[in-house]
């Protein structure tokens, strides 16, 4: 499988990225499990989690999702064959939460404690943090680098201006750059990232992966209707995709996905898969043939006239 080189770093991975959001929320550690087990045999590398997941679901308290992913770590062993991302800076409690430096240490000891791991490959800053500058946040990252608990760092919901003017400390300063963004980006909400931050990744070749990939499920499909929202513990945010833009992009993943003989969410993420400057489009799954299916997003080649004509249908 061809492998995508993160930022520029010397880590590589399969351009699918498995979203933890989903451990310990709204599946079991049993399920999670089988889940983690066929992603990782069938070749993929790349799984995102964050301390704060899921503390809405549990009374304020996160690290369900880092606990599930430690515990099937130490039963499947092969830590050297992941590609292991979690975040820190959400509220996690009580004067818990931001890039504070004296934060960051005591959340990776906590985050590594909870992944059974000696150290996280990507390590990302979950919110722009105004009240901590930059200078202490990287230094901070700089020291993990060095003891070898963190290998690369990456920054989430940054705006453009932020992450250029971390980018500017990291190389005033000689500490590491962020090599990652998160940001949200699918085909229904594209107007941010394409104006504002993709051409800054293209140009200083930080790896982008996306989250939202599948706008919490809107491109699935399964939501065509005010009646469809209670579908899921998500339905209530899609009401917003239901709009005639949302309706033309559902036609035309209909009849790529026919074409193509994939699902419309594997043409939506193979869409992410094909914009240049992403690595992988984070997507999580609750079932073992959800996921199969959109890992068919990999595997697939849109061509030139699919993403023209996904591009018109969405376009903003």
């Known amino acids: 499988m061809e492998k995508r080189t993160i930022g520029t770093s010397d880590l590589k991975v399969a351009p699918f990225m498995?979203?933890?959001?989903?451990?310990?929320?709204?599946?079991?550690?049993?399920?999670?499990?089988?889940?983690?087990?066929?992603?990782?045999?069938?070749g993929y590398n790349f799984i995102d989690t964050a301390d704060v997941y899921s503390a809405w679901a549990h009374d304020g308290e996160g690290g369900q999702s880092e606990t599930i992913i430690g515990n099937w770590l130490k039963q499947k062993g092969g830590r050297d064959k992941i590609i292991l991302a979690t975040k820190v800076g959400k509220p996690m409690g009580p004067d818990k939460k931001g890039l504070s430096?004296?934060?960051i240490k005591q959340a990776v000891e906590d985050s590594l404690k909870r992944l059974q791991t000696d150290y996280i490959d990507l390590y990302q800053s979950h919110d722009d943090d105004q009240d901590t500058s930059l200078e202490e946040t990287l230094n901070a990252y700089a020291e993990l680098i060095q003891e070898?608990?963190?290998r690369i760092?990456?920054?989430?919901?940054?705006?453009?201006?932020?992450?250029?003017?971390?980018?500017?400390?990291?190389?005033?300063?000689?500490?590491?750059?962020?090599?990652?963004?998160?940001?949200?980006?699918?085909?229904?909400?594209?107007?941010?990232?394409?104006?504002n931050l993709e051409p800054l990744c293209l140009e200083r070749n930080?790896?982008?992966?996306?989250?939202?990939?599948?706008?919490?499920?809107?491109?699935?499909?399964?939501?065509?209707?005010?009646?469809?929202?209670n579908k899921s513990k998500r339905g209530g945010g899609?009401?917003?995709?239901?709009?005639?833009?949302?309706?033309?992009?559902?036609?035309?993943?209909?009849?790529?996905?026919?074409?193509?003989?994939?699902?419309p969410a594997a043409i939506a993420l193979?869409?992410?898969?094909?914009?240049?400057?992403?690595?992988?489009?984070?997507?999580?799954?609750t079932s073992v043939t959800q996921l199969q299916e959109s890992l068919k997003a990999a595997e697939i080649k849109l061509s030139a006239l699919t993403i023209s004509a996904l591009n018109d249908a969405s376009a903003y």
């Open 18 to 42: 498995f979203g933890g959001n989903v451990f310990g929320w709204t599946i079991d550690q049993a399920t999670s499990f089988n889940l983690l087990d066929a992603f990782t045999d069938a």
């Open 206 to 229: 930080i790896g982008v992966v996306t989250y939202f990939s599948l706008a919490s499920g809107f491109l699935t499909g399964k939501y065509r209707s005010e009646a469809d929202l």
């Open 270 to 285: 193979a869409w992410l898969i094909a914009r240049p400057g992403i690595i992988a489009p984070i997507a999580s799954a």
């Open 238 to 263: 899609i009401k917003k995709y239901l709009t005639p833009r949302g309706m033309n992009i559902l036609k035309a993943l209909d009849e790529a996905a026919k074409e193509y003989e994939v699902t």
């Open 153 to 195: 760092i990456g920054a989430s919901n940054y705006k453009a201006d932020r992450l250029a003017e971390a980018l500017a400390v990291s190389k005033q300063q000689g500490f590491p750059a962020y090599q990652t963004l998160q940001p949200e980006y699918n085909l229904y909400e594209r107007e941010d990232y394409e104006k």
């Open 101 to 103: 430096a004296p934060y």
């Open 148 to 150: 070898g608990k963190v």
